[in-house]
Nanobody
Framework: QVQPVESGGGLVQTGDSLRLSCAVS????????VGWFRQSQGKEREFVAA????????AVADSLKDRLTISRDGAKDAVSLQIDNLKPVDTAVYYC???????????????????WGRGTQVTVYS
């Protein structure tokens, strides 16, 4: 059973950087991808970024391209997400998820993900 587990959330100040981690247990094929989504109170879950499990292809939400880096940590079987210059609008629960869809065109849609973590809260204060 594939199980992603998020960590690294917390309370941060505007302008700070934060690094979230998603540790994935279970068997993942190289074609799988790991994605990050976030959900603010009263809003729909939105795509943040995704990366192929091998660390090859990646995709990032257009609105976050300048502030976000996603990477694969092969030694830890984990995917990291770094967000720089945090803003109050980044406040949300950040979820990690795993999809068997190998093509990046599917990565931006939550419905294509089969395994979800419980989320980690990120709160940015001004």
């Amino acid at each position: 059973q594939v199980q992603p587990v998020e960590s690294g959330g917390g309370l941060v100040q505007t302008g700070d950087s934060l690094r979230l981690s998603c540790a994935v247990s279970g068997r993942l094929f190289s074609s799988y991808a790991v994605g990050w989504f976030r959900q603010s109170q009263g809003k729909e879950r939105e795509f943040v970024a995704a990366i192929q499990w091998t660390g090859g292809s990646s995709a990032v939400a257009d609105s976050l391209k300048d502030r976000l880096t996603i990477s694969r940590d092969g030694a830890k079987d984990a995917v990291s997400l770094q967000i720089d210059n945090l803003k109050p609008v980044d406040t949300a629960v950040y979820y990690c998820a795993v999809t068997a869809q190998w093509h990046s065109v599917f990565w931006r849609t939550a419905n294509y993900y089969d395994y979800w973590g419980r989320g980690t809260q990120v709160t940015v204060y001004s």
